[in-house]
């Protein structure tokens, strides 16, 4: 089993950054996907960004530019740079790893974005 813990959320004005940071309970070394979604109030979750153990990742056009994944295996933590934020950025962001077809999800932070 693998537990998730986020840390990094607050309350940022628009165009500020922040890092939210994923630390995970055991070795993230053989876990093959890692990265972050965000659920807004009233909204679906919705996919952040993404990584695997090759380093190869993924962002939806809506965060591409400004976010950028990574993760530390020596640390078994993996980060979120944001930058540039939006008001429409403000979410509960979650970790997630896929491992052996399990999803394991993190409590969540909460990013709040004011104009």
């Known amino acids: 089993q693998v537990q998730l813990v986020e840390s990094g959320g607050g309350l940022v004005q628009a165009g500020g950054s922040l890092r939210l940071s994923c630390a995970a309970s055991?070795?993230?070394?053989?876990?093959?996907?890692m990265g972050w979604y965000r659920q807004a109030p009233g909204k679906e979750r919705e996919l952040v960004s993404a990584i695997t153990t090759g380093g190869s990742t993924n962002y939806p056009d809506s965060v591409k530019g400004r976010f950028t994944i990574s993760r530390d295996n020596a640390k078994n933590t993996v980060y979120l740079q944001m930058n540039s934020l939006k008001p429409e950025d403000t979410a509960v962001y979650y970790c997630y790893a896929r491992l052996f077809g399990v999803d394991y999800w993190g409590k969540g932070t909460l990013v709040t974005v004011s104009s």
């Open positions: 055991g070795s993230i070394f053989s876990i093959p996907a």
